[in-house]
């Protein structure tokens, strides 16, 4: 039985990483992924070649983001993942939670806006497309805590505790769309939250830390409960090829525990980047208060000693 398209995965021997790592190519994905580089890296060249800068960290998360979209779609993990739900859950983890986090990073709006070219008084180009995109209300909706928060929580419980799961499971087709949208709720969510490319949603960085974790513990609690089933919960690994030598049970024990241990991964991960956004977002500050200061001669500290001056006055 053949449900990738990759090869027959009823056949598959035992998993090993070094298996799990062998090329296989989803040609939806591989073409996607070139695509995505592709155009990031046109993006980074115009910048260069008209003299401006692009920080070469975000280059780099950003590629690597892309490269572990590709990693997990373009590699035997995808043919283990269709018959064995803790492969399958390393997948989910980082096509939702680390890609998005390593491709917003790469700022690739940012890089977009500044590399695409005006089309001029009048007329939409695709920066101008862009843009109108941006503030829409559509961005607003889909963007917004209200909608992020629980389509992030619906996407673990309301498919894999629904008949919804088997049902894409059943084809390439369906896995495919179930794939892509595990990557679309991953940078949904964690768009507003880091906060490097502009959004219609963009509330203060305390804010974003709430937004955060309000969505964490639900995917912590989803891990915990696979754990602590005593059935399989969901059908399509009820029953694992014989050749794999596998447990139903004993392997959603596994997923289980892989959905639990890396919800702490993006935390920390998305947690360090906003507190060096704080950071640098108050030395921004302070260095234009310093600019105020000397353009003014510090207008605002001498009204200030004056108002103390006044009150001393009257106290005499």
């Known amino acids: 039985m053949d449900h990738s ?13 070094g298996r799990g790592l062998a090329w296989s190519t989803d040609p939806f994905f ?5 695509v995505g580089l592709g155009l990031y890296g046109w993006g980074v060249v115009r910048l260069v070649r008209r003299g401006d800068k692009w920080p070469a960290g975000r280059t780099l998360a950003y590629t690597v983001g892309v490269l572990i979209v ?25 096509i939702s939670m680390l890609a998005p986090i390593l491709i917003l990073l790469g700022a690739p709006i940012t890089l977009a806006l500044r590399a695409l070219p005006t089309a001029g008084r ?12 941006l503030h829409s209300r559509y961005l607003q909706v889909i963007t917004h805590p209200a909608f992020t928060i629980p389509l992030f929580i619906a996407s673990l419980y309301g498919l894999y ?12 087709a369906g896995h495919i769309a179930m794939m892509v949208h595990f990557l679309a709720v991953g940078l949904v969510f964690f768009w507003p939250i880091m ?25 912590a609690f989803f891990g915990i409960a696979l754990m602590m089933a005593s059935t399989p919960m969901v059908d399509a690994y009820r029953h694992p090829p014989a050749s794999l030598g596998i447990d139903a049970l004993a392997d959603q024990t596994s997923a289980g525990g ?49 108002y103390l001056a006044s009150l001393n006055a009257r106290g005499r």
């Not at 591989?30 to 070139?34: G, P, T």
């Not at 990693?71 to 492969?87: E, H, I, K, W």
């Not at 906060?195 to 995917?219: N, Q, T």
């Open 161 to 172: 505790f629904t008949p919804l799961f088997d049902f894409l499971m059943a084809s390439k």
């Open 70 to 94: 590709l990693l997990t779609m373009c590699t035997r993990l995808n043919d283990y993942g269709m018959v064995m739900f803790s492969v399958h859950m390393v997948q989910h983890m980082l």
């Open 5 to 17: 398209g990759h090869g027959m995965t009823m056949d598959l021997p035992p998993f090993t990483l």
């Open 195 to 219: 906060g490097v490319d502009p959004g219609p949603h963009r509330p203060g960085h305390l804010m974003r830390m709430l937004e955060l974790f309000a969505g964490m513990p639900f995917h």
């Open 258 to 306: 892989i959905a639990w241990a890396f919800s702490e991964v993006p935390s920390v991960l998305v947690l360090l980047a906003l507190l060096f956004q704080w950071y640098r977002s108050e030395q921004r500050q302070a260095k234009r208060k310093d600019r105020a200061a000397d353009r003014d001669g510090d207008k605002e500290l001498e009204a200030y000693n004056a």
């Open 30 to 34: 591989l073409i996607a992924c070139l």
């Open 122 to 133: 009048g007329r939409r180009g695709p920066r101008e497309l862009l843009l109108m995109l």
